[in-house]
C-alpha cells in the first residue's frame, strides 16, 4: 500500500471501520475534519460478518413497544430501559436513513421482507439475503470514501490514548503506521473496534476481533460495564473458521437434532430451537455432556430440510455456497453445528450521547456497553446499536471539535530503534505461545459454563503471562513511551510483529477482565452461567463495574 501523509491531528478521530465507525464517520458534521482509522482495510470486520439481519419494528402489526419487550425479555433485567426505549422507537427511522444511503434489503411486494428470529414476537428481522452486514458496510464504505471531510488511514493500528494528565482529558492517540509509532491529536476519539471475541478458541467473530477498543480504553482509566456477559451462539458450523449458520435458519424453521434426530431443545426449554441464545447454546453443551463420547470435539445438527427449498435458495445462497465447499448439501443433509463465542455484551461505559468517563472519549457498537442488551443481546439488535447511536453523533457540538487553531507541535523525541536491539524470532516465538494458548484456557474456563476453581486457575495462569509479556524487550521500549516521543522502526517485518505484539497485549488485558468479572458474579443471568451458582440471584440484578483494578456493583 502506497504511503500518505497523515496530519498530526484532526477534528475527531474513529478507531474502527465496522458499521458502528463507517456510520458514525458519515453522521459526524461535516464541517469536521475525520480520521477512520482501522487495522485492516475498510472491508473487514464483524459487521461484514453479520448475516441475520437489522431488527426494527416498520411492520404495521408490529410496534416499538413489543421490540422494547422482546429486548428486556432477552436481557435477563440487566437492559437500561431508557437505552433500550430509545434503541428501538429510533430504530424505524434509522432503517429509513440506511434505505436512503443505498442498502438494498429484501423486499416482499415492495415491502420491506421480515423474518423472526428467536426470542422476537413479531417477524421485524430486515435483511440482505443472508450476508445484510457485507450489503450494509459495503454501502457505508463506499459513501465514506466520497466524503472529502474524512480520511480514511488503513493498516493502522492504535496502541493507546493519550490523556492529559492534569485534565484527565483524551487527546488523541498513539497510532502505528508505516513503520512508525506517532502520535495523533484529537478533539474527539471514538472507539468502535468491535468484540474481542479472538479471546475464546471457539468463536464466529474474525480475526479483528481483539478486544483492542476496550483494552485501550481501560488501561486509559474508562469505566467498563458487564464484562462476564458473552453471548454464545448456539449454532456455529463445526469446521475450522466456525462460519455462523444464522439465527434466521432456524427462524425459518430448521430444526436442531441429535445424532438419534431428536428435536432434544424442547427437553431445555419450550421453545426448542426458538429460546434465546444462551438457553439453546447451554441446550447443546449440556446435552453433549450426556450424549458424547468426546463433548468436546463432538456436534449436534441443524437440518434445513423442513424448510421449502426455494425458501432456502432465496435466503440463504451464502450458507449453501459455504456449507457446498465443506461437502454439505444443505438440501439432503443436516449440518453439523455447535455453539461458539459470538458477542461480547460487556463493554466501555457510555451514556446516549455515547460518552464515557473520559472527556473527550466517545465508544460505539459492540466496544461499548449502552445498556441496552442487558445480560444477554437479543437477536439483530447489534447492527441496529451500532446505526442507531451511531446517528447520535450527528448532535454533537461541531464549533467545540473543530480544531480551529493549529497548535506547535510539542519537541518530538525520536528513537530510531534498530532491528539488532531484539531477537526478533524469539519473540515472535514466545508472543505466539501466548496467542495460541490464551483462547484455550478462557474458552475452557469462561466459556458456556464456568466455575470458581477453573476461572482462578485461569487468571492465575493470565497473570503469568502478562509478567512474561512485560518483560520483553520490545514492551520494555512501548510500555514507556510517552506523549513527547515517536518510534521509527528499522526491520521489514515490523507491521506483523508489531501486530502481533499489541494484539496479544490486548487479549491478555480482556482474558483478565473477563476472569475476573466471571469470578466476582456469584450467579447465573444471561450469557453468563455459574455451575456453581445456577440460579438467578435477585440481589444480582445490577451491573458489574470495573475501573482500573477495582470491580464494584452499581449502574454506571
Partial sequence: MPDIDIPNQFDVLVVGAGAAGLYTALCLPKSLKI??????????????????????????????????????????????????????????????????????????????????????????????????????????????????????????????????????????????YQGKITWIKASAVILATGGGGQVFAQTTNPGVSTGDGVAIAWRAGAILRDLEFVQFHPTALSKPGRFLISEAVRGEGAHLVDDTGRRFAFDYHPAGELAPRDVVSRAIFSHLQKTAADPATANVWLDMRPIPADKIRHRFPNIIAVCQHWGIDVFTQPIPVSPAAHYWMGGVSTDVMNRTNIPGLYAIGETANTGVHGANRLASNSLLECIVFGAQMANVDDEKLRITQIDSPPNIETIDFSSSAIDWENEQRQLEAIRENLPRVVWQSAGICREKSSLENAISQVVFWQQEFAALPLSQLLLTLQSTQSVNFHQPQIEKELRLWAETRNLLDIAELILKSAAFRTESRGGHYRLDYPETDPNWQIHTLVQNQEWWIGNR
Fill in 35 to 176: 480520521g477512520l482509522i482501522t487495522k485492516e482495510t475498510v472491508s473487514l470486520s464483524a459487521s461484514d460478518w453479520a448475516q441475520g439481519g437489522i431488527a426494527a419494528a416498520v411492520d404495521p402489526e408490529d410496534s416499538p413497544k413489543l421490540h422494547i419487550e422482546d429486548t428486556l425479555k432477552a436481557g435477563a433485567g440487566l437492559c437500561d430501559l431508557a437505552a433500550v426505549e430509545f434503541l428501538a422507537e429510533q430504530a424505524p427511522s434509522c432503517i429509513q436513513s440506511l434505505v436512503n444511503l443505498g442498502v438494498a434489503f429484501d423486499r416482499h411486494d415492495n415491502h420491506l421482507a421480515l423474518t423472526l428470529e428467536a426470542a422476537h414476537s413479531r417477524p421485524r428481522v430486515l435483511h440482505a439475503a443472508d450476508t445484510t452486514g457485507r450489503e450494509v458496510t459495503t454501502t457505508l464504505t463506499d459513501q465514506v470514501l466520497r466524503r472529502e471531510n474524512i480520511q480514511v488511514i488503513q493498516q493502522a493500528l492504535a496502541l493507546s490514548l493519550w490523556i492529559e494528565p492534569k485534565t484527565g482529558h483524551c487527546l488523541g492517540i498513539s497510532l502505528f
